[in-house]
């Protein structure tokens, strides 16, 4: 008995010994991961690997990596959290055309819905929920309708991918969806928080650039858009002793609600066809795009493609000029939604003419859109309108080359039949306009110029440059009196040359013309949901570093 007992004090002693070494180890690893070569950078990183018999795996890297060493296999993605320090947050994901494009696909949305779990959640919280805690009744027909579409159209994108390019890659639009979803519920498991999204939300997140604006559909009342409009603006800058400048610029106006902003780079090895040993792989791989949380488009409507010696810019703005309703958009269950139809013609596009053709293919929705592309190398631009049944096209490259100015701000250009003229406007309009013309092309010459422009800076004393956007912008309503949660939320600036894209820059935020204070919160609209945003928007432009090129 007495040897039993004195075992078990030699071995309890042993251990004690055993655990201190052990908490001396661990305090030493947390002083070194606290202050060591760990950094705290707020940049996440994950890969995702993929075989036939194990299906898929996500590997979370963690913090303070460096990029370049981050492992491809299927595919990768960095998310960096900035919007409370710049307005933006950024995520870069990258595919290898190794892989069959269905799992590329499926492995981008992995990656993306597992790192921007939360920031997802916010932006649902913020706009999906609100409107649904409001009018569940509609939310249920639209969830329903939503539902319905995405049956129809994916069983003829399943059926038709393997022969038609445009149907291929709606196919991998809507799994790269599945992705998104799953890696999102795989995160929320993962962080043991007690939420919860239905597979409906998603869609509605992934199409919200498709759904009418609801706020006018639900209680009738008149639409914010009809005050405040987004914008494109283009204008040649001259240089001395080089070629001029394009300058790209787009506004978007939206619901404040939506000010949880992504910056996003998507740079996909996928196949005009899905046999991936012999078919080419799509014109353009890499499109980088202003957007939100749950979007796999846009949705303000601004992209930039990206390919050896070749760009292409793509800007869009709602046309004012129809009458839109939620029940007319729900009655063509079997339309391509516009989101999966942009994000086709964005990867299938070689010019401005072959975006503007796979943007007609099916092209039966309620959404009316005006779009300018510009192919700066060659200093070619088109104007399109996407109305209900059809596209219209123009090159306008000649007009902007005679008056160095072009802006688009959702009114119909292209066909006299179908230009709306308001009862308002003044007989002279036209010569407003030229007079308008006039002084961009004499006041606006520089890329300062163009900035203080495009996002009305704030001065003491009215300028030029924010009378001159605020006569481009609106003609009606007070841009300088914030009275609804709704206006321009961010502006996007492309400068490009022959060579290519010189600079992209954005800035998020609402304009605030003739102020001195910046949009807060807490001051204007604090009952308005906006989880996750900061309180004050008062940040400079940004210019992302893209790692993986």
């Not at 802006?407 to 003044?426: P, T």
Request: hydrophobic share 40%.
């Amino acid at each position: 008995m007495l040897k039993v007992v004195g075992a078990s004090w030699l071995q309890t002693r042993i251990s004690t010994y055993i655990l201190v070494a052990v908490a001396l180890l661990g305090i030493g690893a947390i002083i070194l991961g606290e202050y060591g070569h760990v950094e705290q950078d707020g940049t996440y990183s994950a890969t995702v690997s993929w075989n036939h018999k194990g299906g898929y795996r996500i590997d979370f890297w963690g913090q303070g990596n460096d990029l370049a060493d981050v492992r491809l296999n299927a595919a990768r993605a960095y998310y960096k959290t900035g919007i409370f320090e710049s307005g933006w947050s950024i995520i870069e994901i990258e595919t290898s055309s190794k892989y069959p494009d269905t799992v590329q696909a499926y492995a981008a949305g992995l990656l993306e819905g597992s790192l921007t779990w939360q920031m997802i959640h916010h932006h649902w919280h913020n706009t999906v929920h609100v409107v649904c805690e409001k009018w569940p009744g509609e939310c249920e027909k639209l969830m329903r309708f939503l539902r319905e579409n995405t049956a129809i159209v994916r069983e003829r994108a399943e059926r038709l991918a393997t022969t038609d390019p445009f149907w291929h890659m709606v196919r991998l639009f809507y799994i790269q969806l599945d992705g998104l979803e799953a890696g999102w519920r795989f995160a929320v498991r993962r962080s043991r928080q007690p939420v919860e999204m239905n597979k409906e939300h998603f869609l509605w997140l992934a199409m919200a650039a498709d759904l009418p604006d609801l706020e006018r559909a639900l209680n009738g009342s008149e639409s914010y858009r009809d005050y405040i409009k987004g914008m494109i603006f283009l204008k040649s800058l001259p240089r001395e002793g080089l070629n001029p400048l394009i300058a790209i610029g787009h506004t978007t106006a939206a619901p404040y609600a939506k000010m949880l902003r992504l910056l996003k780079k998507y740079t996909f090895g996928y196949h005009v066809l899905p046999i991936s040993k012999t078919s080419a792989p799509v014109p353009s791989r890499t499109i980088i795009m202003s957007s939100y949380p749950g979007a796999l488009s846009s949705h303000d409507e601004f992209y930039l493609m990206q390919e050896e010696n070749r760009e292409l810019i793509v800007a869009g703005t709602p046309l004012a000029a129809t009458n839109r309703s939620l029940r007319n958009f729900m009655n063509a269950k079997d339309q391509v939604l516009s989101s999966a139809r942009v994000m086709a013609a964005n990867r299938l596009a070689m010019d401005g003419g072959s975006w503007s053709r796979s943007m007609s293919s099916q092209n039966d929705a309620d959404v009316a859109r005006q779009w300018v592309t510009v192919e700066p190398r060659d200093r070619i631009v088109w104007l399109v309108e996407q109305l209900p049944g059809f596209v219209r096209t123009a090159d306008i490259s000649e007009r902007f080359a005679e008056t160095d100015v072009f802006w688009a701000i959702g009114e119909v250009r292209l066909g006299e039949a179908n230009v709306v003229i308001s009862e308002n406007e003044e007989e002279d309009d036209d010569v407003a306009k030229s007079e308008l013309v006039a002084r961009l092309r004499s006041n606006i010459t520089t890329t300062e110029h163009f900035r203080r422009l495009m996002r009305g800076y704030n001065h003491e004393e009215p300028t030029i440059e924010n009378e001159d956007q605020a006569r481009i912008l609106t003609d009606k309503g007070d841009l300088e009196k914030v009275d609804l949660p709704f206006g321009i939320i961010d502006t996007k600036i492309v400068l490009a040359d022959v060579n290519g894209v010189e600079s992209f820059e954005v800035t998020s935020g609402p304009h605030m013309l003739g102020s001195m204070q910046p949009f807060r919160w807490s001051t204007t609209f604090p009952n308005v949901s906006h989880v996750g945003q900061p309180d004050v928007f008062d940040f400079d432009s940004v210019t992302p570093l893209w790692v993986w090129l």
